[in-house]
């Protein structure tokens, strides 16, 4: 970088009391002649700073352009195969050309070798990317061991038989569908409003069949994990069979298996690729041992009926809102560990809360328990189901129907 040049001295006027009339004139002209000169001197160095600057804004437009166009261009996706010193093996996806590169600095500490970097043009690594095990971690939840139990679940006594004639009986009783000759069903559906029990009812079969329970949401898989759907779903079938015997569980199918649209955007192509994926693991599926596939979903009608062929999920398991007797077991149930005052009667509490579904039922229940410690109270009481009742209604903004309660 050039120096930027020292300034002119400043000039002294040096006037003696002795000097004569014509001397101070000397003095006082030469003095101003020198202000001149050091006064051009600044100038040019003014107009040289000037010009100076103009080309450093020149300079930084011209670097901003080019960050700019680095930033947007397309970057192409590698693994770091080897880390050697202050180099890296990567390899190419797609074309498997292996280079050594260099290691930026930065990821010296965190990158291993296996991870996914973004190389650009010529192959120097711009950044690490989140390990497919993350998103493969992020997109499903493993339970080992869920702690949900038939008894947790109220009013669903005939899916819960349906569920284990359908999931457990075929994990535990195998030779009995040999010997009689018939196929298990393959896949399970369960279909019926939000909030009802059909999570549960999955945990709760592979509790008692002592198998893994790894939940993949459908709409995860097209809204935050765009592009890998496919191969998430590989990865799902694919992790069930390292933890057989395992329940394998698609909330919300109808997010990768809605009928087709007319619509041909990108998006809907990438949902269509999940979705074979997702027909053809189950096609493949006949021999994979002790696993089974529970799906769920709130809109039955906008599913595509290549899903529900025979061979896919071919076992149909309705889950409604609970009657009357199935709201009540579901308040007990939830209120099982909470201290009630006797004279709360669930029968009326049922009836009152006539198009609750069981998710409501229990928020429900813990409403109550939060207005009774509001009280300062460590009983639960009618007056409190009430007041949680009206709470409730209200952020359903059915406000005006009055609570017709006692
Ligand atoms: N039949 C039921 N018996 C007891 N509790 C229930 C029942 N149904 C729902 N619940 C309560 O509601 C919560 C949510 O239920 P769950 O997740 O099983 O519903 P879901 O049908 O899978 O809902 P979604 O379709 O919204 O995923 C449960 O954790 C439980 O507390």
């Known amino acids: 970088m050039s120096r930027s040049p020292s300034l002119p001295e400043r000039p002294r006027l040096e006037l003696d009391p002795d000097m004569t009339p014509s001397e101070r004139l000397g003095a006082l002209t030469d003095h101003h002649a020198q202000l001149v000169k050091v006064n051009r001197e600044l100038e040019a160095q003014l ?4 010009a100076r600057r103009e080309d450093l804004t020149d300079e930084v437009d011209q670097l901003e352009r080019e960050n700019e166009t680095l930033k947007t261009s397309s970057l192409y996706v590698a693994t770091a195969e080897e880390i050697i010193d202050d180099g890296v093996v990567v390899k190419q996806h797609g074309n498997n050309q292996e280079v050594l590169t260099e290691l930026p600095t930065q990821l010296r500490e965190g990158l291993e070798a296996g991870d996914r970097v973004a190389i650009n043009d010529s192959f120097s690594i711009q950044s690490q990317l989140e390990s497919e095990t993350d998103a493969r971690a992020q997109a499903m939840e493993v339970d080992e061991s869920p702690t949900v139990t038939y008894d947790d679940i109220g009013g669903l006594e005939e899916q819960i038989q349906e569920v284990r004639e359908a999931v457990e009986e075929p994990l535990i009783n195998a030779e009995q569908f040999d010997e009689i000759g018939i196929e298990p ?4 559906l369960l279909h019926g409003p939000p909030g009802t029990g059909k999570t549960m009812l999955a945990r709760a079969v592979a509790n008692e069949t002592d198998a893994t329970f790894i939940k993949m949401a459908g709409s995860e898989l097209v809204r935050k994990f765009i592009g890998e759907g496919s191969r998430l779903v590989r990865d799902l079938f694919e992790l069930a069979s390292e933890r057989e015997p395992a329940i394998i569980f698609i909330d919300e199918i109808d997010a990768v298996a809605a009928k087709r649209t007319e619509s041909k955007t990108s998006g809907d192509a990438e949902v269509q690729r999940t979705m074979m994926q997702l027909l053809s693991e189950m096609d493949g599926f006949e021999d994979r041992g002790e696993i089974r596939i529970i799906a769920a979903t709130n809109r039955f009608d906008m599913l ?25 077991r579901i308040l007990e149930i939830h209120t099982g560990d909470m201290s009630l005052a006797d004279e709360v009667d669930f029968e009326r509490l049922a009836e009152e809360t006539d198009g609750f579904s069981g998710a409501e039922l229990a928020s429900l ?5 939060m207005f009774a410690i509001r009280d300062g109270r460590t009983d639960v009481r009618t007056e409190d189901f009430v007041d949680a009742l009206e709470k409730i209604e209200e952020g359903d903004q059915t406000e005006g129907q009055p609570v017709a309660f006692y």
Not at 47 to 50: E, G, I, T
Not at 305 to 328: M, S
Not at 365 to 369: V, W
């Open 304 to 328: 595509d009926r290549a899903i529900l062929r025979p061979g896919r999920f071919d076992r149909l398991i309705e889950v409604p809102e609970p009657d009357a007797e199935g709201r009540k």
């Open 47 to 50: 107009d040289s700073a000037r």
């Open 365 to 369: 229940a813990t409403e109550a328990g």
């Open 185 to 188: 069903p393959s896949g399970v």
